[in-house]
């Protein structure tokens, strides 16, 4: 039998294939509304239910931490209608729905955020967007920001989803918590690996409280930033086992402070297989591998040889909405 058509059922969250369509920001937003074009495109890209999960664009727990204009919004309940049709529309199509929740950190500006500046782990210039120098968060700042992903995440359950990813990859704000390159602090937010996760793990601890334990969390984790003084996968797989322990019932692996590419390999399916390997040998719970996956026997291959058991193709989904179908139906 195919990998790829293989059901997962051995979490919270039932899947009937291994095929995961993964965040990708769109712009298609109304000043972060769901508009009719952000529906247009899910139900296009979810129909006939061909891949099983659906994972929304990276959405916005605060204004402070929008990373652009036309990104989606979790941080508003006037937007809770708009979230719940979207919700329907991907499961009208037999697939599963999830919400990314993010705050963007130092990977922002004014323009984005309304005025609001921008902030960090450290005052450190963000080496991916390049912004300016961030604020420093305190701690007083990093419990109200938990809060929001707390109360961004009680959204998401409200709305219909079938659960929620925190953002933690891309240069993003908890990604800067975790690469000792932004992540300066001598307190207990810094240091060792385990001190930059605690914020991952306060936020794990409030979204779980927010949804309840039967309610799936997946966390998206940079896991190296492929640059010198950065994260590597030694220190992922002391972080995943972490949030395994936590409650995370699957990790969504991608790149650091260098993006979702690994500089020299974006010509490689499948480029962050030797991260996922790894995470693999130290968890139990399911880990997704995205990364220039364009071919179906690729992305059954990948499967095959233990590197993940889910699979997010967003590129080749993105140019052609009928690439799953054929995937699925090769596998057949």
């Not at 061909?50 to 929008?66: C, V």
């Not at 919400?99 to 309304?114: R, V």
């Not at 240069?171 to 385990?194: A, H, M």
Request: include cysteine; proline fraction near 3%.
């Amino acid at each position: 039998m195919s990998y790829l058509i293989k059901a997962l059922d051995n979490c919270k969250l039932s899947l009937n294939n291994r095929l995961i369509f993964p965040p990708m920001a769109t712009g298609k937003s109304d000043n972060g509304m769901v508009s009719q074009e952000m529906l247009d495109y899910y139900n296009e890209k979810s129909k006939g239910g061909y891949i099983s999960l659906i994972i929304i664009e990276h959405s916005y727990i605060t204004p402070q931490g929008r990373a652009s204009e036309g990104q989606l919004s979790i941080a508003e309940d006037c937007n809770m209608e708009g979230l719940k049709k979207l919700a329907e529309v991907i499961h009208k199509n037999n697939s599963k729905a999830i919400m990314q929740i993010n705050h963007a950190g130092s990977a922002t500006n004014i323009d984005a955020t309304g005025g609001y500046e921008n902030v960090g782990p450290s005052a450190i210039i963000n080496p991916r967007t390049k912004s300016d120098v961030p604020k420093e968060l305190n701690k007083e700042e990093i419990k109200e920001i938990v809060e929001t992903f707390k109360t961004a995440a009680k959204r998401v359950k409200d709305a219909g989803f079938d659960g929620v990813e925190i953002h933690s990859a891309h240069s993003y704000l908890l990604n800067q918590f975790y690469s000792p390159i932004t992540n300066k602090r001598t307190d207990e937010y810094g240091g060792d690996v385990l001190g930059r996760i605690k914020i991952h793990l306060e936020v794990i601890k409030a979204v779980k409280e927010a949804v309840g334990n039967e309610f799936p969390v997946l966390l998206r984790l940079g896991a190296c930033d492929y640059m010198k003084g950065g994260t590597k996968i030694e220190d992922s797989k002391i972080a995943a086992l972490e949030f395994q322990k936590a409650g995370v019932d699957i990790l969504d692996i991608s790149g650091g402070l260098c993006g979702y590419t690994v500089p020299g390999r974006s010509k490689e399916q499948g480029y962050f297989s030797e991260i996922t390997e790894a995470i693999k040998e130290v968890v139990s719970i399911p880990v997704i591998l995205t990364g220039g996956i364009i071919d179906a026997q690729a992305a059954e291959n990948l499967l095959s040889s233990g590197k993940a058991d889910l699979i997010g193709v967003g590129r080749a989904v993105f140019r052609d909405s009928m690439w799953a179908r054929n995937a699925i139906e090769s596998c057949l």
